[in-house]
């Protein structure tokens, strides 16, 4: 039997820091020929952590060892801050493997929360230290005990802001084609009109960090998505929300949904199928980020058939295509987010990788991981760059993902708040 060493070293690792993290009182000193501090790439840098924070970055010969440092030398290698992903839903996992109506309505919680904790491993082993959950699909507020037992060191993931249940209207979302006899449980929480102040007070004390919003749903006459909010119902979600300091955010894909998610005050929009390069300029204008799930549109017409780079792209995928240029010419700001769930825990990188694909510079492209998702979630003091006094989540990957994105899922070091997760 051959010994998995990677996966004995992984463990090793958990025992020392689920161990003896609160104690630690540990300054590394790490050196690689590239260092992505969130916004440049610099070369030749060193990066001084003491304890969970960044202590200080800069070039080599300005830095001198701190005593009793641990020295990690990376030799053809890139320092980035820890990655963080806009759009996932813990606990989904591909639906080529389950269909999502199975997921939703015959998985019990149980079940799926139990998944979602090696979903939640996976994705910070991929470089991943803070992740933005955008809904459980079914699953009540498993993802606020997630975040719970993450916070706890009771299991190993990403530092989640998590949405809990999400609000759709009455009518619009699935699971959809039973008997109408039967009331069906849904993917998210119905509710309208005046309900809609309850509902969101009820998901906010509940544990949601954010208000997740279906502005829009394919229940289009023909299938199509069509807006499922008003825009007075949507402004009444934002004012409640935001009373409590919190904030609205909205699956948007047609054109009047994103435009009414944008007037009502979201903060970013999810999906964006059909956005255009004047609601991009609307949507920079209002300072939203646009979240363009690049990845769910890919592989879920591949688990359709699409045979990707031999039969040619279904038409969503192609449409996906222009708008993605669209949003780029426009200048909104663009973050990363794939809807990850969709496809596997862990394989985050691959939105990064379509980003590129599709157009996106590829500076741009680590930006959205790190600089703009921080700013896009208000982090922009603690995390998504490398500086003095932020949160110390470090990662270090092989290779150089400016000039190759997928050197991004070469991860060798993985650190969070100060701990080390991963080191090879
Ligand atoms: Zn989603």
């Avoid at 802001?161 to 759709?168: D, F, K, N, P, Q």
């Avoid at 309900?195 to 960090?209: H, M, S, T, Y």
């Avoid at 994103?258 to 970013?268: K, L, N």
């Avoid at 006094?389 to 070469?410: H, L, Q, W, Y």
Wanted: contains cysteine; proline residues 4%; neutral net charge.
């Amino acid at each position: 039997m051959k010994i998995n060493y990677r996966k004995y070293f992984i463990s090793l690792i958990y025992l020392f820091v689920l161990g003896f993290s609160s104690n630690a009182q540990t300054k590394y000193y790490v050196t690689a020929p590239r260092l992505f501090d969130g916004e440049v790439m610099h070369k030749d840098w060193a990066l001084i952590i003491e304890n969970n924070k960044i202590k200080t970055v800069g070039p080599i010969q300005q830095l001198s060892v701190p005593e009793g440092a641990v020295k990690l030398n990376y030799p053809n290698a890139t320092i980035m801050p820890g990655l963080i992903e806009g759009h996932s839903h813990l606990m989904l996992y591909p639906y080529n493997i389950t269909d999502w109506d199975t997921q939703v309505l015959k998985e019990a919680d149980a079940y799926r929360t139990v998944r979602a904790t090696v979903h939640a491993k996976n994705t910070l082993l991929a470089g991943f230290t803070t992740a933005r959950d955008l809904g459980t699909e079914g699953a009540g507020y498993a993802d606020v005990a997630l975040k719970r037992a993450i916070n706890e060191g009771v299991v190993v993931g990403p530092r989640l802001m998590v949405a809990g249940r999400a609000i759709v209207s009455t009518g619009s979302y699935g699971p959809k084609g039973y008997d109408t006899d039967q009331e069906i449980m849904l993917g998210a929480e119905p509710a309208d009109g005046n309900n809609l102040i309850k509902v969101v007070r009820d998901q906010i004390g509940k544990g949601a960090d954010f208000i997740k919003i279906y502005a829009d749903y394919r229940w289009g006459i023909n299938g199509e998505d069509r807006p499922s909010f008003t825009l007075d119902e949507l402004k009444l979600i934002n004012e409640v929300t935001r009373s409590s300091g919190r904030v609205m955010v909205c699956h948007a894909k047609s054109k009047e949904a994103i435009r009414r998610a944008v007037m009502a005050g979201a903060e970013t929009i999810e999906h964006g199928d059909f956005i255009d390069v004047e609601l991009g300029q609307l949507m920079k204008a209002h300072n939203v980020t646009y979240m363009p799930t690049i990845a769910a549109v890919d592989v879920i017409s591949q688990y359709r058939g699409w045979k990707k780079g031999i039969t040619d792209p279904p038409n969503n995928v192609l449409n996906k295509r222009k708008s993605f240029k669209e949003a780029i010419a426009s200048g909104v700001s663009i973050g990363l987010g794939g809807d990850v769930g969709v496809f596997p825990h862990g394989e985050n990188a691959l939105e990064m990788e379509l980003m590129v694909e599709y157009g996106l510079p590829i500076m741009d492209a680590l930006k959205a991981a790190t600089s703009v998702n921080a700013r896009a979630f208000h982090l922009e003091d603690s995390l998504g760059n490398l500086k003095p006094g932020f949160i110390a989540d470090v990662i270090v990957v092989e290779g150089d993902p400016s000039k190759n994105i997928s050197d991004i899922r070469k991860v060798k070091f993985v650190m969070k708040e100060g701990v080390v997760y991963l080191s090879k």
